[in-house]
Structures are given as structure tokens and as C-alpha cells.
């Protein structure tokens, strides 16, 4: 097994945590793995003293997987630092060192010391007590997975002015039907991942950008045209799988033709509302 695989031990704390999360019917954060960790055996579960599952439930964190992929990734890193299969302990030292909020109300609301559990965490590896805090990959940009996009007040101001200019002179009057509303979700959410590239912000900036003018961009169709808006679809309601058709034509296809036919709408309805794009001031 590589020194970086996880252990059996591991992936079991991780199952423990989505399932507790899901009796809560809240999302798998830090909290739920210190929890999954807590209900398992050996040194990790004998440094939280047991089971946290009454310290965690009903709290209002609602969990987060971008932190606790950051929590994995630190976990993992440190095990192959170490010469080691990742196991519970280094995961309970990676979600230490993280301190989420949720962590740390849990290990209060149970009576446990941080610093006491670490340097418990860290004999269990055979760590020096005095390690320093193991080293957090970068998070996932703001606005993808489940990690909040930035607020509208600390996106980059010369990029939402001119996506503010955009959203004001939207050809809302050329929307006729609901492929025109698709086209202007592309177009818009096209034109703000191009400015961001114009002006290199980073990654943070760049899909909240994205996030916020396509959120509004498609807040003002939808009230210009409510018609052409599409209901979405019924819980468990997939999309119906296309039948191959003569013979050797797979429904690969089928996915080909459609997509090439929405890169044909689009571009058209891109010329068709030049126009109304004239004067978009420059950043």
C-alpha cells in the first residue's frame, strides 16, 4: 500500500461522518469527521474520549465539503510525510490544525482541550508534541463546489462595472423563446469569464464573477419573460437516454449533434444582439 493510501481505519471514520450527516440532513463538514472519528477505534477515538455525536447534533453548521476536502488533503500529506498509511489520527490533527468553526464549538461543547487532543493525536504517529500546524492546501475559488462565492461588495470593482453596464443593456427584447434564454446565460456567463482573463484576477474572483452577473443576468430575463422560463424537474427525473439509431450511430452522436447545434444558436444570437452591446465601457 502507498504511504499516502488511506487505511482501512480511515475510510471508515469517513463513512461514520456521511452518515451522521446525513441523519442530521445537513451537508458532511470538518464537525461530522471529527465526529466519524470519535465513534471508531484506537488512539484518535480514545483522544476525543468517545463518541461527540451529542456535542455535534443540532448544530447550525450546515457542513461544508470544501473544508473538509482541505482537511483530507492536509491529512494525507502529512501521513506521507511520515512514511505513513494515512489513518484517523492524522485527520484528527489536520482538522485540528484547520480549526473550523464547527471543531471548534464541538470539542467545547464536549469539555476537551485542543491542545490537549493534538499532542495526543501526535504520540499516536510518534510526532513531537511540538509539531508545528500541518500545512492547508489551498481551498476550492470561491463560488464552486459548496463554498460561497464572494460577496458583491469584494468582487473587482473595474470588472463589475463593466458586467453591471452588461446587465443593464441585456437584449431582453430579443428573447422569443426558451433557446434565446439559454444562449444569453451562455453569452453573459461567457462575457464575465472573458473579463476575468482581461484583467488576471484570480480564481476567487474570477468564479464569483461569473456567479454573480449569470445569477443576475438570468434573475432579469426570467422577470422580462417568465414564460420561457422551464420548470425544473420533478426530484429523481433524469434526462431520458437517446436510442442508438442505424445501426452503428451511438447516442454519442445524438450528444454530439446537440451540442453542436447549441454552439450554432449561440453564436447566432450573439450577432443577432451585437447591437445592444455597443459602448460596453472597457475595464
Known amino acids: 500500500m502507498a504511504p499516502d493510501e488511506p487505511t482501512g481505519p480511515y475510510l471508515e471514520a469517513i463513512r461514520r461522518a456521511f452518515r451522521f450527516a446525513r441523519e442530521q440532513g445537513r451537508g458532511c463538514g470538518p464537525m461530522e469527521f471529527l465526529v466519524g ?3 471508531g477505534d484506537g488512539p484518535a477515538a480514545a483522544a476525543l474520549g468517545g463518541s461527540l455525536r451529542a ?4 448544530a447550525q453548521d450546515r457542513g461544508a465539503m470544501y473544508l473538509h476536502m482541505q482537511a483530507q488533503g492536509a491529512a494525507r500529506s502529512l501521513a506521507a510525510a511520515r512514511g505513513q498509511p494515512a ?3 492524522h485527520l484528527l490533527i489536520a482538522l485540528l490544525d484547520q480549526d473550523a468553526p464547527g471543531v471548534a464549538q464541538t470539542l467545547s461543547r464536549a469539555g476537551l482541550d485542543r491542545a490537549a487532543v493534538r499532542r495526543a493525536a501526535l504520540a499516536a504517529i510518534g510526532a513531537p508534541a511540538d509539531l508545528p500546524a500541518v500545512p492547508l492546501p489551498g481551498l476550492t475559488p470561491a463560488g ?4 460561497p462565492p464572494l460577496p458583491v461588495g469584494e468582487l473587482d470593482a473595474r470588472a463589475w462595472t463593466v458586467l453591471r453596464w452588461r446587465q443593464d443593456h441585456l437584449p431582453l427584447g430579443q428573447l422569443h423563446r426558451a433557446s434565446d434564454l439559454q444562449a444569453l446565460t451562455h453569452l453573459e456567463r461567457s462575457a464575465a469569464w472573458r473579463l476575468a482573463d ?3 484576477v484570480d480564481d ?5 464573477l461569473v456567479h454573480h452577473h449569470g445569477d443576475q443576468a438570468n434573475q432579469l430575463a426570467a422577470r422580462s419573460r417568465p414564460d420561457l422560463v422551464r420548470p425544473r424537474r420533478a426530484p429523481g427525473r433524469g434526462h431520458r437516454r437517446p436510442r442508438p439509431v442505424f445501426g452503428n450511430v451511438t447516442a454519442g452522436w445524438a450528444a454530439w ?5 447549441t454552439g450554432l444558436r449561440d453564436r447566432w444570437f450573439r450577432l443577432r444582439t451585437r447591437p445592444h452591446y455597443r459602448g460596453c465601457p472597457q475595464p
Do not use: F, K, V
Not at 476567487?204 to 464569483?208: A, G, H, I, M, W
Not at 449533434?257 to 447545434?261: A, P, V
Open 55 to 58: 456535542a455535534a447534533a443540532g
Open 257 to 261: 449533434l446537440s451540442n453542436r447545434r
Open 144 to 147: 464552486t463546489m459548496d463554498r
Open 204 to 208: 476567487d474572483q474570477r468564479y464569483s
Open 37 to 39: 472519528i470519535s465513534e
Open 198 to 200: 482581461r484583467l488576471g
Open 87 to 89: 489513518g484517523p489520527e
